[in-house]
């Protein structure tokens, strides 16, 4: 009796060293209990896991098989071998899987007839079949895949990072892997935001003041719900447009000033503005567009050439303003194509896209369309109680899911009543602009 309560003792007492472990450094229990485990279960289930997920090909091979000879005197069937071609199911070659933060990463050799979509469309019977959070196909090079499996969702939970000191780059949340999101207006000028109410759009907006805010750049605001969102920022932000009135007024010194850094850089020689020496550089610009959709809706046709004014400035702002310190960040709950060839024109100069929850499949499709489908089953699938998490396209040409770190609006209003010395006038930057009307450009 005393020797069970020993070993009853010495069992709960490893579980409970377990369990502290897993719950006070994860990281580590993972390397060395967790995922060992997980590579075992997931190289001896490959083959039926890949039969069930019709992964496999049948190819011929040389076998022994067994077949039923002469009748014997006594009623039994005699059996002999024969070595003959018979089809059998091949499994594609895998690797030794290799672990990740959250997971692992395995890659596999494609069989005969096979591409990644193949993976991408069986990665949901792939997480099934190992119980686990997630797959995701990708291809590094022809005839091989990798499989990146999450073990459970990172984006329950995240915590927050340390801000970046690079300029015009701004850390604003956590990838499903584990890496920081960041939004680098150097490396992707354009972004389009689309999202529904409550969906984490003007959290994102948020973190983006607040991780701009401290940096030597002007803030633009263009917030076509009356200023309700940009107004308490206005400490901060250079210039604030909020109706279509003031964008349009704003859009042309906008233009003015791209045109006006156009000769400046030709006269230095330099292709951009980062070419120029620092002491003329002009200050970067960024624009903060809210409600987009509103800058494109007409009530009656005595707005139509303003409209088409505002659409082709912000067009031509997106096309050319990168290469002289204009960026642009676009949000808004509905972006469809019904808005106008306008919107599907500035959406094709946006390379950055984030797709929070929407309402309806158009958006997804607007945002997110000329990525992988899988990318639009992804959007689709975020649930209202998980606000921030967003589909996001970047710099590396994949798409990922990610959540944004929770910015309150009495954060961002601190930052920009903090930083608001750093907020150059707009008069200021268009002061030396020459007197004319760009709108003859804009026409063209």
């Known amino acids: 009796m005393r020797d069970a309560l020993d070993v009853l003792a010495v069992l709960v007492a490893t579980a409970a060293g377990l369990w502290a472990w897993r719950r006070w450094h994860p990281a580590s229990f993972w390397l060395v209990i967790g995922f060992p485990l997980a590579a075992v279960s997931v190289r001896a289930s490959w083959r039926r896991v890949a039969l069930g997920c019709g992964l496999t090909k049948k190819r011929q091979r040389w076998w022994f098989t067994t077949v039923p000879g002469a009748i014997a005197s006594t ?18 070659f895998m690797w ?4 990740t933060r959250h997971g692992w990463r395995v890659t596999l050799h494609t069989l005969e007839g096979q591409t990644p979509g193949d993976y991408a469309e069986a990665a949901e019977q792939l997480a099934h079949s190992w119980g686990i959070h997630a797959i995701r196909a990708s291809s590094p090079r022809p005839g091989r895949v990798v499989l990146q499996a999450t073990i459970r969702d990172p984006l ?3 915590d927050q990072l340390p801000a970046s000191d690079e300029l015009l780059k701004v850390t604003v949340g956590r990838l499903e892997t584990g890496r920081p999101w960041t939004i680098d207006f150097r490396t992707v000028p354009h972004w389009l935001n689309a999202g529904a109410t409550q969906s984490g759009k003007s959290n994102l907006a948020n973190a983006l003041i607040v991780g ?5 750049v002007a803030l633009v605001g263009f917030d076509l719900k009356g200023g309700v969102e940009f107004t308490p920022y206005s400490p901060r932000l ?4 909020t109706c279509r009135t003031e964008s349009v007024t704003l859009l042309d010194d906008l233009v003015a000033l791209m045109i006006d850094r156009m000769g400046l850089c030709r006269q230095a020689g330099a292709r951009n503005l980062w070419q120029l020496p620092p002491g003329i550089r002009p200050v970067p610009v960024v624009v903060l567009v809210d409600e987009l959709a509103e800058l494109y809706l007409m009530a009656d046709k005595s707005e139509k050439d303003e409209i088409a004014k505002t659409s082709t400035a912000l067009l031509r702002v997106a096309q050319l303003g990168r290469a002289f310190g204009i960026y642009l960040f676009c949000c808004g709950q509905r972006i469809g194509s019904d808005l106008g060839p306008g919107v599907t024109a500035l959406r094709a100069q946006c390379s950055g896209r984030v797709c929070h929850r929407v309402n309806d499949p158009e958006t997804a499709t607007m945002t997110l369309g000329d990525l992988d489908p899988a990318a639009l089953v992804s959007a689709r699938a975020i649930a209202a109680e ?12 994949q798409w990922y899911r990610a959540r944004s770190f929770y910015v309150t609006e009495q954060a961002a209003e601190h930052a920009a009543r903090t930083h608001a010395h750093l907020a150059p006038p707009w008069d200021e930057i268009t002061a030396h602009l020459p007197d004319y009307d760009p709108s003859h450009l804009l026409d063209a």
């Open 75 to 92: 009623g039994l069937v005699k059996v002999r071998r024969r070595f003959q071609r018979v089809a059998v199911d091949t499994k594609p």
């Open 156 to 158: 329950v939970k995240i």
């Open 238 to 241: 250079s210039a604030l447009a």
């Open 96 to 99: 030794l899987p290799l672990p």
């Open 386 to 397: 998980t606000p921030g998490v967003a589909i996001v396209a970047g710099q590396d040409g």
């Open 212 to 216: 701009l805010a401290p940096q030597p």
